[in-house]
């Protein structure tokens, strides 16, 4: 996803084109804004498990479970003991899927709130 703008903004008029033939189908706007505050959370969570799936959260945890057992280290280990902190400490990472998440997620919350006010 290159284009994580260009989706997002295709999402959000996806969303308010279904908003629209809901509404022509006779929903009312608290069912019709309600819908857009779920699908609002879902992209939202979507988008922080993506900023958690580059977080290196379980670096280092199978060293810790075998602490007291010598481990040999994997042949394709990624990451030596000696360098979990480093890894851990990382800057946060933003991937295009999560920004594609958290911005199309916002925007569905804040018509979910307008619709039902």
């Known amino acids: 996803?290159?284009?994580?703008?260009?989706a997002a903004t295709g999402t959000v008029a996806a969303?308010?084109?279904?908003?629209?033939?809901?509404?022509i189908l006779g929903q009312s706007f608290m069912v019709i804004g309600n819908l857009l505050f779920m699908v609002?959370?879902?992209?939202?969570?979507?988008?922080?498990?993506?900023?958690?799936?580059?977080?290196?959260l379980f670096?280092?945890?199978?060293?810790?479970?075998?602490?007291?057992e010598k481990v040999e280290p994997l042949?394709?280990?990624k990451v030596p003991v000696r360098q979990?902190?480093?890894t851990k400490n990382a800057p946060i990472v933003v991937n295009t899927l999560a920004r594609f998440g958290l911005v199309s997620g916002a925007c569905y919350l804040i018509l979910g709130v307008v619709f039902t006010i």
Do not use: D, Q, Y
């Open 15 to 23: 969303g308010l084109l279904v908003a629209l033939v809901m509404k």
């Open 75 to 77: 042949p394709g280990e």
């Open 84 to 86: 979990v902190a480093s």
């Open 40 to 56: 609002g959370l879902l992209l939202i969570m979507f988008g922080g498990i993506c900023v958690l799936a580059k977080g290196h």
């Open 1 to 6: 996803m290159k284009n994580w703008k260009r």
């Open 59 to 68: 670096t280092g945890w199978r060293h810790l479970w075998h602490r007291k």
